[in-house]
């Protein structure tokens, strides 16, 4: 079936390219992203549009004022009958020293039962979810496996602060973020 080949080229993607992703991973964890910083959060959002750019996504910045932006990618599929969206975040929490024995964003690796786990602010939530999201097209890639539906991604800077400007970020981009099913 597609879906067993596309699970099958994932793993094996994973398994090849092991060192590369633990070291892009590590990469994304190292840009500071507490949700009270907007210089950070601006290099968040600038590091992840260049990466949809480098995947061949038409990527945006969608901005309202006093709000980080929100990070938007599509790429279209011709002929494609469905809109998939992919919705993450890019903020973190605020950092308390005494909580952390090493510097939060400077990850780490330690091995719990025999897995080596990265540690780092956001390792977690959110970015695993993103640097998955952007693996996951590498993988499908790599093993040729063409898209079969339209994809796009909204990633926002403001989950840890609750969100305040997204409503009003999506309203005013109804045009683009519109899709048949919202994967959160």
Not at 18 to 44: C, H, T, W, Y
Request: hydrophobic share 45%.
């Amino acid at each position: 079936s597609i879906l067993a080949t596309a699970l099958a080229a994932v793993h094996q993607y994973r398994v090849d390219h092991q060192a590369e992703l633990v070291a892009g991973f590590k990469e994304l964890l190292s840009i500071p992203n507490v949700a009270a910083d907007p210089a950070g959060l601006r290099r968040n959002a600038n590091t992840l549009m260049e990466a949809l750019e480098k995947r061949h996504f038409e990527a945006l910045l969608l901005e309202v004022p006093g709000a980080p932006p929100v990070v938007y990618g599509e790429r279209t599929v011709p002929g494609a009958r469905h809109t998939f969206v992919f919705y993450a975040h890019y903020d973190g929490q605020p950092v308390t020293a005494s909580e952390w024995q090493t510097p939060p964003f400077s990850p780490v690796m330690k091995s719990v039962n025999g897995e080596e786990r990265i540690y780092a602010r956001s390792a977690g939530d959110d970015k695993a979810a993103i640097f998955a999201q952007l693996t996951a097209l590498d993988a499908l890639e790599a093993a040729h496996i063409p898209l079969r539906s339209n994809i796009r991604f909204v990633w926002e800077g403001e989950e840890e602060a609750g969100s305040p400007h997204l409503e009003q970020i999506l309203d005013a981009h109804r045009d683009l973020i519109h899709g048949d099913l919202w994967l959160v």
